[in-house]
């Protein structure tokens, strides 16, 4: 009997302590982009009881007193205080930080860190920032980085500039999640053709060398654009963009969870331009991504994710001085084009060990076909009716693993990340002589068009195969001595080494290039919201495989080339950041000095033609800074800009007697603005929810055509400015699930051009790529989003 009132007694208590549990489930998630937040703290206020939300973003707290609010916090995103009710799931999305500083990152360290953390000049592209923008062209989100610059070069081909001149420069890295796009020694300067811009969640912009992580061509920068997750709420959305000369676009996206360890998205867009600005003009893009995650176990997620490209592009190019101020934007050819065709597909493995070990194996896949008649390899002497240009096609298959470890030494206050790597690379290049007929101008100076007048298979400028195999090892140590310090020492091994068989004179062999890439760096965060950095870093980038291969018009035998010496580049950088008036305010600025050796440079011939050279000294040096504003919810403020100076100080164009000019050393660089700027103002009035109005200036100073400092590009832009200065302003409406808005693009409809280059000699004549006239962009977008 005793037994038997004893149990249920104890019956009674566990039911009464069971209901006196109180409990609160829910779900959190970036705002923007519906990705659920892993690692969120969910906290009873003024208590030490709490939570942290799992991998899909989903928490569930409970608490034997009652309680009617929770706090959320997360780093990079805005802390939330919520009434609640008890037994009932909350969905709560939260909004990126203001304060830049704040901000995670991933590119640095190859593992998630506090911006603040980073001892380089590193910037983020929010979500939110891509959301309002609303870019035709990922140019339109890049040139808001500080020391940046995208040049359009129309139908979404571009150049860049980043430490560096504005152009096609081999010394950048672009990365999808942290892998890169092509691999090392078949770089691509339109390799952002092969991005799908509906896809992106954030973009990481590294300035400077990173080869310490990412190995070679991160030199000048490292852009990494990660891509959407699989939302935690089902979510759908679908729109059209489209302008008054003739480009349109449809777009979608999809996301959710299929069940409580598998989720997915898939967004992409498919584009048309007909009849457009300038003559032969005309491009079509199919784009799509698409990503599974799946929960294996509470520790271990396995993420499937793929791209597809189908781009095909006429390529009008560029135009004499008579066509541009006269706005008469013809081309002078009608055959030129350029087709792509990318495929990339990951399967990666994360692993979380314990608290302080994590691993993450990716395993990828890449497949490339670039066929095109390049506007840019037509060749013409002046004064002649005849020229030549080519037909070429590069494909390549890629496969390949990168395997990282993170720990996290507790008792030395350290984080250690490494990883090696392997691509193996087969890559086929072959390319073809055309004969062209040139109709002349009157003066007989320059070309009105260019015909075909026939193929010829039978002169071949570059038929080879190469199979790459790049191999690399690399460690970083993070290091806290003290609370407010941070040291950072990284360190990689790069192994580049092909064999190859070269069609044109029946040549085969094998050859390598490795390097060392160390670093060195150090952060100081003075207080909370300010602090210093050190940096000094090592970059170094092999020629690419057509500069070694190709058969060139001029200048050096073929032994030259076989035996191009990697271009090595030594940065030395300090920064400091600082965050004002309770988050309102935050400045930054960096100082650089970047040292090349054997800089490998495109230089234009006489006849037109590119031949690479290699410059024996070069110095890259300036100052990029910004600043944001936010007065209030309502208002933001950005200002963002470089100094700069690329000057050759060592480079010999010959030796010959007979030429007038030996070498350039102590010239600026050609192309190189010494200012470069963008400011931007956005406003989103409470009173009208949902809508905003926000106008951007993007300048570029004027600059040197040729490397003999003798012609400057410096026509007048908006507000009077020499070089390039033009007015953007952005528009937009979202009411519920639908979203209108308009791009006034180049609102007083300057006259410039993204590139204006030249010969060195006195009879060289510029060649200018006229940027777009005044465009009005329209778009509506419909999105769906579930309740739970």
């Known amino acids: 009997m005793r037994k038997s009132v004893a149990l249920m007694a104890f019956i009674i208590m566990f039911v009464n302590l069971a209901m006196a549990q109180n409990t609160i489930s829910g779900k959190v998630f970036d705002k923007v982009t519906k990705e659920p937040l892993v690692g969120v703290t969910v906290l009873v206020p003024n208590t030490q009881i709490g939570i942290t939300t799992n991998a899909n ?91 940046v610059a995208m040049l359009n070069l129309n139908n979404e081909q571009h150049g860049m500039s980043i430490r560096q001149p504005m152009g096609t420069s081999a010394y950048y890295l672009y990365m999808e999640d942290g892998i890169p796009l092509r691999p090392m020694g078949v770089f691509n300067h339109n390799a952002l053709i092969e991005m799908n811009i509906f896809a992106i969640s954030n973009i990481e912009v590294v300035k400077g060398p990173a080869s310490s992580l990412y190995g070679p061509e991160a030199v000048g920068g490292a852009i990494n654009f990660i891509t959407q997750k699989p939302t935690a709420l089902t979510t759908a959305k679908v729109g059209i963009q489209l302008d008054n000369y003739g480009y349109k676009r449809i777009q979608y996206g999809a996301g959710g969870m299929m069940n409580k360890k598998l989720g997915f998205y898939v967004g992409g867009f498919y584009a048309k331009q007909e009849h457009g600005w300038m003559t032969y003009s005309d491009y079509n893009k199919n784009s799509v991504n698409a990503r599974l995650d799946y929960d294996l176990t509470k520790k271990t997620k396995l993420i499937l994710a793929g791209a597809y490209q189908d781009y095909y592009s006429q390529t009008g190019g560029s135009v004499d001085s008579i066509a541009f101020y006269g706005r008469q934007y013809v081309s002078t050819t009608d055959f030129t084009y350029r087709k792509v065709k990318a495929l990339r597909t990951r399967l990666s493995v994360e692993h979380v060990w314990n608290e302080v070990n994590r691993t993450t194996l990716h395993l990828f896949y890449r497949a490339n076909t670039i066929g095109q008649n390049p506007s840019y390899g037509i060749r013409w002497v002046t004064g002649k009716t005849t020229a030549a240009g080519e037909i070429n096609d590069n494909s390549l298959t890629s496969k390949g693993f990168i395997l990282q470890h993170a720990a996290d030494i507790k008792l030395l206050r350290t984080k250690l990340i490494g990883g090696i790597s392997l691509d193996y690379s087969p890559t086929t290049y072959n390319s073809y002589q055309i004969d062209l007929d040139a109709i002349l101008r009157a003066d007989k100076k320059s070309v009105e068009q260019y015909t075909i007048n026939k193929e010829r298979p039978d002169i071949m400028l570059a038929d080879y195969e190469a199979n790459l195999i790049n191999s690399a090892a690399y460690l970083q140590a993070e290091i806290k001595p003290i609370k407010r310090l941070t040291i950072t020492l990284g360190s990689r091994y790069d192994n580049m080494t092909f064999d190859y068989k070269n069609n044109l004179d029946t040549s085969s062999g094998k050859k390598s ?139 010999v164009l010959s030796t010959k007697s007979t030429d007038a000019v030996k070498d350039v050393n102590g010239k600026i660089m050609p192309s190189a603005p010494s200012w470069i700027a963008n400011s931007e103002v956005v406003y989103k009035p409470k009173f009208i929810k949902g809508f905003r109005i926000g106008a951007e200036w993007q300048y570029m100073s004027a600059w040197y055509q040729d490397q003999v400092n003798a012609v400057m590009y410096g026509d007048k832009g908006v507000f009077g400015a020499s070089g390039i200065s033009v007015l953007n302003c952005r528009t937009g409406y979202q009411w519920k699930g639908i979203e209108v808005f308009v791009n006034v693009m180049n609102v007083t409809d300057e006259l410039y051009a993204f590139n204006a280059t030249r010969g060195n000699t006195t009879t060289s004549r510029t060649t200018y790529t006229p940027a777009p006239p005044r465009t009005f962009v329209f778009g509506v977008q419909y999105s769906f989003i579930s309740k739970k």
Request: charged share 20%; net charge neutral.
């Open 513 to 651: 290039y490795e390097q060392f890439s160390p670093k060195i760096g150090a952060t100081y965060k003075i207080t909370n919201n300010a602090g210093i950095y050190v940096n000094y870093a090592q970059g170094f980038s092999p020629p690419g495989l057509t500069s070694v291969f190709r058969k060139k018009p001029n200048t050096y035998p073929a032994e030259f080339y076989y035996n191009l010496e990697p271009a090595q580049f030594t940065n030395y950088e300090a920064g400091a950041w600082v965050s004002l008036f309770k988050n309102k305010l935050d400045l930054d600025i960096t100082f650089y000095q970047m040292l090349g050796r054997n800089e490998l440079l495109s230089i234009r011939q006489p006849d037109n033609s590119m031949d690479y050279q290699s410059a024996g000294k070069t110095m890259h040096q300036g100052i990029e800074y910004g600043a944001t504003f936010r007065p209030s919810s309502q208002w933001m403020i950005r200002f963002s800009g470089t100094n700069a100076m690329h000057r050759f100080d060592e480079f």
């Open 57 to 147: 973003g989903s928490f569930e707290l409970t608490n034997e007193q009652t309680f009617d609010s929770i706090e959320v916090r997360y780093i990079g995103y805005q802390t939330q205080q919520l009434k609640v009710e008890q037994e009932k799931s909350l969905i709560i999305g939260l909004a990126s930080t203001t304060t830049n500083m704040n901000e995670v990152v991933v590119t640095a360290s190859r593992d998630a860190q506090s911006r603040a953390d980073v001892p380089m000049a590193i910037s983020k592209i929010s979500s939110t920032t891509i959301n309002d923008t609303k870019a035709t062209l990922i140019t339109e989100l890049i040139n808001k980085v500080s020391g």
